[in-house]
Nanobody, 123 residues
């Protein structure tokens, strides 16, 4: 099995920045896409961003476009989510997902999921 471990969450003031990391272990391939999803308080999970295996293609939710950047370091088998200009509405548990064939917004396309990391943005 593949294990995904998220880190980098925490408490930040509105307008601040955080960088989330997701380290993968086990059998996985750099050819597969990875993504970030989030679950806002009292709501269902939402897509945030995805990146192709090579890192050449990225996909972002409209709600975060221009404020977040997804990247990956295949040598470290790690994906990152740089989050800038954070807003209170970004408060959520953020989940890393791995091993889709293409970067997609469809959660069911990803085979492996992390346990999540809490991001809280204060006003």
């Amino acid at each position: 099995q593949v294990q995904l471990v998220e880190s980098g969450g925490g408490l930040v003031q509105a307008g601040g920045s955080l960088r989330l990391s997701c380290a993968a272990s086990g059998r996985t391939s750099s050819s597969y896409a990875m993504a970030w999803f989030r679950r806002l308080p009292g709501k269902d999970g939402d897509f945030v961003a995805a990146i192709s295996g090579s890192g050449g293609r990225t996909v972002y939710a409209e709600s975060v476009k221009g404020r977040v950047t997804i990247s990956r370091d295949n040598a470290k088998n790690t994906v990152y989510l740089q989050m800038n200009s954070l807003k209170p509405e970004d408060t959520a548990v953020y989940y890393c997902a791995a091993d889709a064939l293409v970067p997609t917004v469809i959660a069911g396309s990803y085979r492996y999921w992390g346990q999540g990391t809490q991001v809280t943005v204060s006003s």
